[in-house]
């Protein structure tokens, strides 16, 4: 069994980020396995380096710890994606062989319409109604001339099934999430490919995430197919919302670690209280986290969302 916890270094990592890597560390530690820190860092307009220090400083804190990282290393290296493009480029290469890609010359402001029209939306925005798939090579060729495309991977038109470890089964109608992009006209790689490619390279067997990222699961599971990777075990935890109702994010910093902390809150009270809201335990007890490695089962995990409330925020920190 191999886990890991792959954080994005940019904000610092709320309590909702907290509960993921904990539930993700608890599970590779209770099956006695391996746990995998990646650093996740392909947006690099939005990663910061000392966020990302700032991040491994909030999981020790938090009594974690990681056989492979980009701090200690690891067989499977490196482990943080800016790092990694290579593998990135060969993979869209192979993909490309398979003609799975096809180049996409919309603009922001056509994408934009898109966003307003009535298709569902994803954790991307909304489904992109494959204006460039069926573009002749011959305009293809011309629009080359005044632009850079982004690199869009055709999807398939099967349904997408597979069953979660905590949400149950789930099945996404064939193309649900559309042709989804995996290369940016300005050179990044998308985390859909990164999240891919890393997961298979890292020999990751679960992956366990936030909600938040459920509907990706269909899209990187075509990537595994068309790649020829297998696919890891996938559970998909709570979110957390806070007390005004909006979902805890990093940009919005109110619940961070590092704010927690310096209110006063032990990591035993942080990951005590971690542990009821997750449904592991009964009562928001001070525990270490190696306490709970024991008693730990991916069954007992909600998967109802969470509203945090003022009460339960004071609780913390009492
Ligand atoms: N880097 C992603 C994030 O911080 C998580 C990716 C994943 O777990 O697949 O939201």
Same mark, same amino acid.
């Given at each position: ?97 398979? /003609? +799975?890609?096809? =180049? ?6 056509? %994408? &934009? !319409?898109?966003?307003? @029209? ?126 005004? /109702? +909006?979902?805890? =994010? ?6 961070? %670690? &590092? !704010?927690?902390?310096? @209110? ?55």
């Amino acid at each position: 069994m191999r886990g890991r916890f792959a954080p994005t270094p940019s904000g610092p990592m709320h309590i909702g980020n907290a509960s993921t890597a904990l539930l993700a560390w608890l599970q590779a530690r209770s099956a006695g396995g391996t746990f995998i820190l990646r650093m996740e860092d392909v947006d690099t307009t939005r990663s910061r380096p000392e966020l990302a220090e700032l991040a491994l400083a909030d999981l020790r804190w938090l009594g974690l710890d990681w056989d492979e990282g980009p701090d200690v290393g690891g067989r499977r290296g490196p482990y943080t994606q800016s790092e990694r493009m290579a593998l990135y480029e060969e993979a869209l290469a192979k993909l490309e062989r398979a /003609g +799975s890609l096809y =180049a996409c010359f919309c603009s922001k402001a056509e %994408l &934009a !319409a898109v966003a307003s @029209a009535p298709h569902g939306l994803g954790s991307e925005g909304a489904v992109y109604p494959g204006t460039c798939r069926a573009l002749t090579s011959e305009r293809r060729s011309e629009l080359s001339l005044r632009k850079r495309p982004s690199l869009r991977y055709a999807a398939g038109s099967q349904p997408v099934s597979f069953e979660d470890g905590v949400a149950g089964p789930q099945c996404f109608p064939p193309g649900a999430g559309g042709d989804f992009i995996v290369k940016r006209a300005d050179g990044m790689i998308s985390y859909q490919l990164a999240v891919v490619v890393d997961d298979a390279a890292m020999g990751v067997t679960d992956v366990l995430r936030g909600a938040d990222l459920i509907d990706s699961t269909p899209r990187q599971l075509q990537l595994y197919e068309a790649l020829g990777l297998r696919a890891p075990r996938f559970a998909h935890v709570p979110l957390m919302f806070g007390p005004d /109702g +909006s979902r805890l =994010a990093k940009r919005n910093g109110g619940l961070s %670690l &590092a !704010a927690l902390r310096t @209110a006063g809150a032990s990591p035993e009270q942080v990951v005590g209280w971690l542990a009821a809201v997750s449904g592991l335990t009964d009562k928001p007890e001070p525990v270490r986290a190696a306490e709970l490695i024991g008693q730990f089962r991916l069954g007992r995990v909600t998967s109802k969302d969470l509203r945090i409330t003022d009460e339960m925020l004071q609780r913390l920190l009492s």
